[in-house]
């Protein structure tokens, strides 16, 4: 669930481009941020951990000089937290790449053992992202090695292919080759998003890639059209575009992204964040009326939940109102990176307002319930406050299994739904009542109008991984390595 960008700009410097972009990109990672850009023959570096504006002074920005580069904010997910395992990362041969990614390799151990003990290759950190830059620089080598007149571009696109063919699991890349340009892939699912963007019209025209097309908007670029699965796009350094399926995929992207992880001014494979959350709401309001339970009022947990609970308040026909207020500058409790400070943030992150509560039945909207430890703090929240009643809507149906693809579910036993009922799980976060969206309901409203998507990445609904090869020993070395942390 990391923001990646990179940008390529045939006039001035692309830093600033990037630092606007990274900002919009926040919210997909609190822990680091990096940038990394080319001039001429050289790189320039600054990487650092806590947020884009804490790693990033103005004198920085003076210094990454360059009219290519890239930019990542990270969201642990494998590998420790240390300035080693920020990205971007960067060999030296060939060429010299660096490299970022968004996602995460189910076969990153065994593609560790190979890089160290046949290609040679001395790793610096614990990320899987630097496990697949050194396959892939690898590969180039080898491409070359067997066809030395190949041209540089050619042989890195037929090294994508190659490279494609030894990654198992959710990769987003976008890589600054020297010499050779700048290159996004995704993989054959195209379980995270990747998108292409553009700024200015014919042999002046920029390009950008980025996780999600709601950071164009900040630094003029407009959306051209999303990187396919199993796609590589090159930008060559003269600026022309050159775009090739290696490998063939079929669409798969991530459900959580619409929920859950993206701004909802984004649209992801053509799909509208936002539609897709009103859609959500209409679906769950519809089934809560049925239901015939009485409401007083319907309030979202700010912030992704606001577009679902002004359609479950129309659909009821009840007052929305904004009870719970959110300290804009405490970051996502669910991205924390351990439930200790996750719990702690939730006082500092939301306050109430107790005329909202005072003897009222409430409804309280969430985009979704993982852990369970943020929502039962609410509920208790809100009682203090001097509600009467509180019920609960989930705009998500319940999070069962583990998510192997780059979000920050590798436990069952984290998940308050997995193993309990409804009932079981209404009564261990102490609310009243408790609603979930149904998976078909969730599946029709993501999909709605998209005829492209023929299935969603769901597995933390469903237990189903679009993959393949997700083994039960996998899934434990999982649970024993999260176990080790705490």
């Not at 992150?349 to 852990?371: A, G, N, Q, T, W």
């Amino acid at each position: 669930m990391c923001g990646i960008i990179g940008v390529v700009t045939q006039n001035g410097s692309v830093a600033s481009d990037l630092h606007e972009g990274l900002v919009s990109l926040q919210h997909r990672g609190q822990d680091a941020a990096g940038i990394v850009t080319l001039n001429g023959r050289f790189f320039h570096e600054k990487r650092g951990e806590g947020l884009v504006r804490e790693v990033f002074a103005a004198r920085d920005l003076e210094t990454l000089v360059g009219s290519s580069g890239l930019g990542h904010v990270r969201y642990r997910t494998a590998g420790a937290l240390s300035l080693e395992a920020t990205q971007p990362f960067f060999v030296s041969a060939p060429f010299g790449i660096y490299l970022v990614h968004n996602g995460n390799l189910t076969n990153a151990e065994s593609l560790r053992t190979r890089v160290a003990d046949k290609f040679h290759r001395h790793l610096r950190s614990s990320s899987d992202s630097e496990v697949l830059l050194n396959v892939f620089a690898d590969t180039i080598e080898r491409v070359m090695r067997r066809a030395p007149k190949v041209s540089a571009r050619a042989a890195v696109m037929q090294a994508v292919g190659l490279t494609m063919d030894q990654l198992k699991g959710a990769y987003s890349c976008i890589a600054l080759i020297d010499g050779v340009g700048l290159l996004a892939f995704r993989d054959p699912h195209g379980i995270r998003p990747l998108i292409v963007g553009s700024r200015g019209k014919g042999a002046a025209r920029d390009f950008a890639f980025a996780s999600e097309s709601a950071s164009f908007g900040a630094i003029g670029f407009s959306i051209a059209r999303d990187v396919r699965p199993g796609e590589a796009v090159l930008i060559d350094p003269a600026g022309r575009m050159h775009a090739e399926r290696v490998r063939k995929g079929e669409l798969n992207p991530c459900i959580f992204e619409y929920i859950y992880t993206a701004r909802p001014d984004s649209i992801i494979d053509d799909v509208s964040v936002y539609k897709t959350r009103l859609r959500l709401g209409r679906a769950l309001g519809k089934r809560i009326r049925e239901a015939g339970t009485t409401f007083d009022v319907v309030m979202p947990i700010p912030d992704s939940a606001r577009p679902e609970a002004l359609e479950i308040a129309h659909e009821l026909g009840l007052p929305y109102r904004e009870g719970l207020v959110r300290n804009r500058y405490v970051g996502r409790t669910f991205i924390m990176p351990d439930q200790k400070t996750r719990t702690s943030s939730v006082r500092r992150k939301l306050s109430v307002v107790p005329l909202e509560f005072e003897d009222k039945r409430v409804l309280l909207v969430d985009d979704s319930i993982v852990r369970g430890t943020t929502m039962k703090q609410i509920i208790t929240m809100c009682r203090e406050a001097g509600a009467k009643e509180v019920h609960v809507a989930s705009a998500a149906p319940p999070v069962r299994f583990q998510n192997v693809y780059g979000v920050d579910i590798p436990t069952k036993r984290e998940l308050v739904a997995h193993g309990r009922t409804i009932e079981e799980v209404r009564r261990a976060i102490s609310a009243d009542g408790l609603f979930y969206q149904t998976i078909p309901d969730m599946i029709e409203a993501a999909s709605a109008g998209s005829l492209p998507i023929r299935r969603f990445e769901d597995s933390v609904f469903t237990g189903k991984y679009v993959t393949g090869g997700v083994t039960p020993a996998y899934l434990r070395s999982l649970e024993e390595a999260r176990a080790e942390h705490e």
